[in-house]
């Protein structure tokens, strides 16, 4: 479950698609429920997006629910920056994945 782009927010099988974006393991967890609520949903097609801000650790935490990262994002903090970062996650947000 790849898609080209986010940008173009379209609908799959009458469904709107829905990115999820997780960097940490707090948020991992926090989102878990959420992407369970809306994969049951019949209106919601979530897609879970991983920045790689924490490694592995958020895969592993998402394999606890029963959910896997649909795509995986690499994006380096150069200076440490939390401006750098999301600058750098929302660049690749919005090219074709």
């Known amino acids: 479950m790849h898609p080209d782009s986010f ?3 379209e609908e799959r ?9 997780i ?3 707090p948020e991992a ?3 878990a429920p959420v992407a ?3 994969s049951r949903s019949s209106w919601a097609d979530p897609v879970l997006i991983t920045t ?6 958020v895969p592993e935490t998402h394999s606890c629910f029963g959910l896997w990262p649909d795509i995986g994002l ?12 999301t600058a750098g996650l929302l660049s690749r947000l919005d ?3």
Do not use: C, F, M
Not at 13 to 21: F, S, T
Not at 52 to 57: I, L, S, Y
Not at 74 to 85: D, P
């Open 7 to 9: 940008a173009d927010h």
């Open 95 to 97: 090219s074709p994945l």
């Open 52 to 57: 790689g801000q924490h490694g592995d650790v």
């Open 74 to 85: 690499t994006v380096r903090r150069g200076n440490g920056s939390v401006a750098e970062l």
């Open 23 to 25: 960097g940490t393991r």
């Open 13 to 21: 099988n009458g469904r709107q698609r829905i990115a999820l974006v």
């Open 29 to 31: 967890v926090k989102l």
């Open 36 to 38: 369970l609520a809306l």
